[in-house]
């Protein structure tokens, strides 16, 4: 990093933006020096991408003022970004996969003579700017031919095309692999050294110590603090995003956990899997999984939490590994095997993943135990009353009425649904994803409590969640996630707090 | 949840105001309404401008009229329709039935023209067989690229249907195939009890295909993978070869609508059997109250779009306008009969579209009035 610039390119300044109901960003602060790499962070909700998107022009500013090299702006549009020489890479790219490389470099710049387009003179200078990122493609390609992280590299060619003084790169390496990674960071130091200065968000920490010079952190909507990377240990980093000291984080730990004992008597494990591992999703990992034990599985976001659960319930299929279920080699090809094996997944995603919206709470309940039955095997009318109806009652579902439809229902009731759905299919293991998200306190207990009496009567649980108290309080041991890899596993003893497991992601970070 | 429940019913809102409103908005509110009423509406208009419409009289013990005409001519789009609705439920649409229906002809009657006695019931009942096994032939194959390989299924179904009148020119060698077996003949004109055979043929699988959806699982498989498909998949259902499956019925169905459309003639014309047959079916199944973005879907309501069709092409002719004008006037009775059902417009009517919007970004609040929840 060279020295302290002398005047930032961007300055934000006591920016709030308030949807209905929620205040997204309150009088938030935000600068941007020329030549420099800044990192955005923050849980999910933290406001990153609602300040992304006012500094974009996507989303209108209630108050503050955003002065773009010391003049006020008012960003009403992207058009209007655009001109002001902000541009922005999303982490879905951005352009016409139709158009060709020179096509999508170029959009809107062409080289014109009158009315019409000199395409000869248009490639060339799209050939310019591919060379000035070292980058070797054929500006007549399609740019769909290309992997996704060209893709992106073209998306960055075009912002140099419009002279972008700021540029955006908002989780530009989620769908990229480790070289393609390197790749990127080479373009974006080269941009950095001709003055660019670039605002840089991802979930992969590593990857933010690598590349950042500087790190604004956001929380709830408020701006946490501003650092030289070199000033901001990871531990601290990560502590600043989910709001509490490391050091009170110790102090309030004060496990609940309650009556279960860890099995010393390790019999054999209900499922084991080894090396299991799918390319571009998450390394090999193995992991035992065993009857009447709850596995809490800790992780940011993004950090390979999700497809290990997808791995472990046929959701996706491995590249690598082998699974055995009750010691016999099984291969889980989809969400049917596996549930024919006893193993049921419910998705983080309910929404999209989970609840079939337009069918009743009924139906949604009878899906998976119908489908285990196939097709021709209807549930008999009356068995499937008792059981849904033993559902709705165990589970407090509300309003009480089958023939509701789910979408009606409020976020909590249609997880205690969907809890339901797989609990008819009288699973052996449980891979609950992210069960207790945007559910309110009440309900959140519910689950709870329920995920821990169901470990009692014998089931096996994974139990996924990005708050580390809750993974805490219910497993007996955990696994820590952290850019698509399993990095460490432990016992959850007494000795084991939020903490310490801050600083397993952490130093397993600085260590790899 | 009886097989024949249209639409409104279990969305219906809570009891609210007076007895009898309550009473009306259930009524209108149900799918079913607005396509009744214009059928009850034609029906009776074509009674006044011709007298003797709805005269129903029995002759040489075989029911005669109008309405039996009517009915005999809806057989072919309920055949169709039933297959295009459950089609529709997943999510997909088949554009091919037209030239489906031309194939199975032409492979029926080219079988029987070459048969040494095209009127022996064995060879008939082959011939028949050959029709539906030939149409479900191309259903597999549509299944195969929309299921298989992911096609959209506008794009899939297209190419049969293109395709398909080439493919069944080649089999009658471009003649236009005549025959005459007098068996054959019946299952268009026959009767059976008294009613014409199409209908019977029509109104029998009509029930089994109600007991083959409502009866089994399928009906909910097909609407769960129509309303959300990774879901459905999460959940254990075999998405693809459910969706292959139904694709496979409604080839069947095709091919079985062929044979009833093409018998009373015997001649298996390709260019003309079918034609734009595929519409009149998804008329059917919009009229029936299923939606074309799939999910939820009525099998009971192709009854009335079936009956809705036939009575409007022949009220063109009973009010003596030139038959060419037909396509309007099914245009103008889908449009009024979709914008009488649509939500949005009632809505609209009822001043509040701000439930809607609810759905917007922020954070995950309850998109529905409370209202609902609390019935």
Redesign the interface.
Known sequence: MSAAPPAPVVQMTGISIA????K?LDDVGFRLFPGEVHALMGENGAGKSTLIKALTGVYQIDSGRIEVEGREVRLDGPSQAQAAGISTVYQEVNLCANLTVAENVMLGHEVRHGPFIDWRATRRKAAEYLHRLHLDVDPRSMLSSHTIAVQQLCAIARALVVDAKVLVLDEPTSSLDNAEVAELFRVVRSLKDDGVAVLFVSHFLDQIYEISDRITVLRNGRLVGEHMIADLPRRDLIAAMIGKSGDALAGIEEKARSTITIHSDREEPFLTAVGLGKNGSVQPFDVDLYAGEILGVAGLLGSGRTELARLL?G?DRPDTGDVRVQSALTRLT???AA??RGIA?S?EDRK?????????VR?NI???M??????????PRRQLDDVVARYITALQI??P?P???I?????GNQQKVLLA?WLATAPRLLILDEPTR?IDVGAKAEIQKLVTELAQDGMSVVFISSELEEVLRLSQRLVVMRDRQKVDELVNTDDVTTATILETIAESGARA | MSPTTAPGQRAAGPARGSRGADVWREVTHHGLFWPLLALVLLILACGVASPGFLDVTVRDGHLFGQLVDLMRNSATPLLLALGMCLVIATGGIDLSVGAVMAIALAVSLTYLDNAADPSAPGTVLTAVLLGLAVGGLGGMFNGAMVAGLGIQPFIATMILMVAGRGIAMLITQGQITTVTSPPFKSIGSGFVLGVPTPVVIAVVTFGLVVLLVRRTALGMFLESIGINREASRLAGVRSRRTTWTVYVIAGVLAGLAGLVYGAPTMAADANNIGLMKELDAIMVVVLGGTKLDGGRFYLGGLLVGAMLLSTLERAVIIFQLPSQTTPLFKALVLIAVCVAASPTLRAMLRGRRRADRSDAPAAPVETTPAQEVTA
């Open positions: 949807f209905p109901g929620v997204a319930s959701a989809s969400p049917l549930l024919s997944y998705t999209k993943e989970g609840i079939v919206g337009d069918l009743t139906e009878a899906l998976a119908q489908a285990r039955r196939g097709t021709w095997r209807p549930i509300s309003p009425n023939n509701a439809l979408r009606n229902l409020s976020g759905r945007g």
